[in-house]
């Protein structure tokens, strides 16, 4: 029932995604957060878990969820849901999610406190105030809204403390944003519709704005958008930049731009792999792999300009990556990877549309070698 709900929730977005791809779609931590709630206040009232418990997300679907851990004492209830991201590749899949709900005395309303594996916020620039636990805004409402309606099922005044807490979640966060953008100790519990769509952009791009809202707030004027490990690490190389200025853009360089657009800082700078660099100064805002390629024929004009001859041209036409293209231009003097540079900078500053952001892009090989580079131009640049 669930499932047939949420694939039929929308035209467009999410259930259109799901339609489209036809993999199973699977729940947010948040969802489960809540699930797990409602069955331990539920318990702590009446001294029986609903198994399954049956909870509404924002949208309006009721998916159910079994419990996989349960205890009960006189003055607490602790439930567990384990997490089912369905076909997403999401780190969390599999996560043992709990919920110990404590009765407060009245007039204390809801007090959410992090348990073992959910991180607490130490930095500004995120949804939550520096000190609260990493249960984003949303799944804070969902839980509130359980609450009540149980509390109002059964008489009582839904004064409760929920503790949530993930099994290995410490662990688990060392392969999310969350020590980056300050979240310490843990995962966060996220999720804003409670349905967790299968290899969604959505989580990704998400995290991006996050991190460039941590680092308005910390007050750095000057942020690095990297395609990956390497190139973060060249960024910071020559520019000296902290932590909290690196923004992991992977392949979604147009969610740097139009969120930078938006809330500008003076100064980003795009570093990533010649490849995927070369599909930007061609005009592609997503440099995944399977949506847009290495174009060789504009690699050749952008070399011509540069001095090739026909020759060598036709070479870099003809050439098997993109990374060949500029060792072959490299040895005859062109100046490939500067121009690749120079052109990824001008599709940058056309996304950003005169927002004052002065805009430099660093290109390097696999090794981490710079290959191209151009100097900041824009409103705030030379």
């Given amino acids: 029932m669930a499932e047939a709900e949420a694939r039929t ?25 809540t699930a797990a709630t409602t069955a331990a206040y539920t318990a702590l009232l009446t001294a029986e878990f609903p198994d399954p418990v049956t909870i509404a997300l924002p949208k309006g679907q009721r998916p159910a969820f079994a419990l996989a851990a349960e205890e009960l004492t006189a003055d607490r209830a602790m439930a567990a849901i384990v997490k089912d991201a369905g076909d997403d590749p999401d780190v969390t899949h599999g996560a043992l999610v709990r919920a110990t709900v404590r009765a407060l005395p009245p007039g204390r309303g809801v007090v959410f406190r ?3 594996g959910v991180g607490t916020v130490t930095r500004p620039g995120l949804p939550l105030p520096v000190g609260e636990p990493a249960i984003n805004p949303v799944p804070r409402q969902m839980m509130r809204d359980h609450i009540a309606s149980v509390a109002a099922r059964h008489g009582a005044t839904g004064d409760v403390e929920i503790e949530i807490s993930v099994d290995h979640g410490e662990e688990i966060a060392r392969s999310t944003w969350n020590p980056r953008l300050g979240i310490l100790g843990g ?11 299968p290899y969604s952009c ?33 960024a910071v190389a020559v520019h000296g930049l902290p932590q909290d200025a690196l923004l992991d853009m992977g392949d979604f360089a147009g969610a740097v731009l139009k969120y930078l657009r938006r809330h500008p800082v003076d100064r980003l700078t795009v570093a990533g792999g010649f490849a995927k660099l070369s599909k930007l100064a061609a005009g592609h805002l997503d440099l995944h792999s399977s949506r847009s390629q290495v174009d060789k ?15 060598l041209a036709e070479a870099v036409a003809t050439a098997n990556t993109g990374l060949e293209t500029v060792q ?25 549309r005169g927002a004052p952001v002065a805009v430099d892009v660093i290109c390097i090989d696999r090794a981490g070698t710079i290959v191209g580079r151009a100097e900041p131009r824009g409103p705030r640049g030379r």
């Fill in 187 to 197: 995962l966060s519990i996220l999720g804003t519709t409670g349905i967790v769509v």
């Fill in 9 to 33: 929730e929308a035209a467009g977005g999410r259930g259109a995604q799901l339609e489209r791809t036809g993999l199973r779609h699977g729940w947010t931590t948040g969802a489960c957060a």
């Fill in 328 to 352: 072959l231009c490299s040895a005859h003097g062109v100046p490939l990877g500067d121009l690749v540079a120079t052109a990824a900078r001008d599709t940058a500053l056309g996304v950003l």
């Fill in 114 to 116: 992090a348990g073992p």
């Fill in 202 to 234: 959505s989580a990704w791009i998400d995290s991006i704005r996050r991190g460039v809202d941590v680092a308005r707030a910390a007050g750095r004027r000057h942020v690095a958008g990297c395609t990956g490990s390497t190139s973060e690490k060249v």
């Fill in 297 to 311: 024929g504009f690699l050749a004009e952008l070399a011509r300009r540069g001095g090739a001859d026909e020759a």
